[in-house]
């Protein structure tokens, strides 16, 4: 049972560059997540997705875009890497959606992202 | 916006101890979760509690709705619990799900 699975989970890049994250989930889970952690701000929320086809900002949005491909995928691309996208990446994933009372995130193992 | 408090930030105990971390936030939630995160930096799922009480094993979550406080206790401490704990905070919408705001996290070390 892989769980949520985020690829890469390491990346370097030269300001400037694109790339994409990848993030799947094999729980049939409705709601996915973007989440950046960096030292002494916590987690924080990028983008979310609460069903299939639909996608809504976060907190922190400024620099990202997102696509929910299908109900397993979650993609986050950054258009131009700036360094003060440095930070570890983390995809998540939940059943809660309208039918369902809150539920536990499932996270990914994360993606360390390096902007030079 | 929900502003999460986590005290305290750093916490050092010797195995055995009794451990309590606390979670204070700033405005009414649907559920608020318990996560722990190890070294190596994956982040599980302990806990989401929206009122009273749970325990698994040698941890116990409490909340307090009404003063908009919750606890995590460690029993008979290992030095195996060491990790970060994050406290985290949801609000249930009804249109689908709105993601988490996080405390900044314990960073909690058990000596042997």
């Known amino acids: 049972n892989a769980g949520v699975t985020q690829t890469p989970k390491f990346q370097v890049l030269k300001t400037g560059q694109s790339m994409t994250l990848q993030c799947a989930q094999d729980?049939?889970?409705?709601?996915m997540y973007w989440y950046r952690q960096d030292p002494g701000m916590g987690l924080r929320l990028i983008y979310y997705s609460a069903s299939e086809g639909t996608t809504d900002k976060g907190e922190v949005p400024n620099g990202y875009n997102v696509s929910r491909l299908n109900k397993r995928e979650f993609s986050l691309r950054l258009e131009s890497a700036a360094p003060s996208q440095t930070s570890v990446y983390f995809c998540?994933?939940?059943?809660?959606?309208?039918?369902?009372?809150?539920?536990?995130?499932?996270f990914g193992d994360g993606t360390r992202l390096s902007i030079l | 916006k929900n502003e999460v408090e986590q005290s305290p930030q750093n916490l050092t105990a010797q195995e055995g101890e009794f451990i309590t971390i606390n979670c204070s936030y700033s405005v009414g939630i649907s559920a608020l979760h318990w996560l722990q995160q190890h070294p190596g930096g994956g982040i599980v799922s302990l806990f989401m509690l929206s009122s009273g009480k749970k325990k698994h094993g040698r941890l116990i979550a409490t909340i307090n709705i009404q003063e908009k406080h919750s606890s995590l206790h460690i029993t008979a401490s290992h030095p195996r619990d060491s990790a970060v704990y994050i406290c985290a905070v949801e609000v249930y919408s009804g249109g689908g799900a709105d993601g988490l705001t996080f405390g900044k996290g314990t960073h909690l070390i058990i000596q042997p």
């Open positions: 998540a994933s939940s059943p809660m959606g309208r039918n369902y009372s809150n539920q536990p995130q499932h």
């Open positions: 729980m049939n889970h409705n709601s």
